[in-house]
């Protein structure tokens, strides 16, 4: 076994840190429009989903408050990459979807992502990516259900 460096925490920590920057610095650099990861992890949220989508539901998957979601909302939609488009049936309920434009952005964003992450995984076998996952999820299983 390796020399554990840092404690568990800081370490997973560490290495999510050093990801994003990374993933920041190549989305900065080759992507048409520039996003905040913030923007980024909104617009995927609404991309990934399959049903529809209202900011309330986008708050409590994110972990955000209604306010900052829409704050975030309000700047993605100005840059025409998200629309509100009202329930037919409740004027209050607006639903979230991403235009053409939005829908042309974050499938760019994936591509880089998916650039870096094949990247990333240079030099380890899928046994140790699958175990690298299956360590991933029981750990966040397991933090569920501690609170």
Do not use: W
């Not at 829409?70 to 509100?84: A, G, Y």
């Not at 939005?102 to 880089?112: A, K, P, S």
């Not at 992502?113 to 899928?126: C, H, N, P, V, Y």
């Amino acid at each position: 076994m390796e020399n554990q460096k840092y404690p568990f925490g800081m370490a997973i920590g560490s290495m999510m840190r050093e990801v994003i920057r990374l993933l920041k610095t190549r989305i900065s650099e080759e992507a048409d429009i520039k996003l905040t990861m913030e923007q980024i992890g909104l617009m995927f949220a609404i991309y990934s989903t399959k049903e529809d989508v209202i900011q309330q539901d986008l708050a409590c998957s994110m972990g955000k408050d209604k306010s900052a979601i829409l704050r975030t909302l309000d700047t993605i939609e100005t840059m025409e990459l998200v629309k509100r488009v009202s329930d037919t049936t409740d004027r209050r309920k607006k639903y979230l979807i991403l235009t053409k434009k939005g829908e042309t952005v974050i499938e760019q964003c994936l591509e880089i992502e998916l650039e870096l992450t094949t990247r990333l995984q240079e030099g380890l076998s899928k046994e140790e990516m699958t175990t690298f996952y299956k360590v991933v999820n029981h750990i966040k299983t397991n933090a569920k259900t501690m609170g």
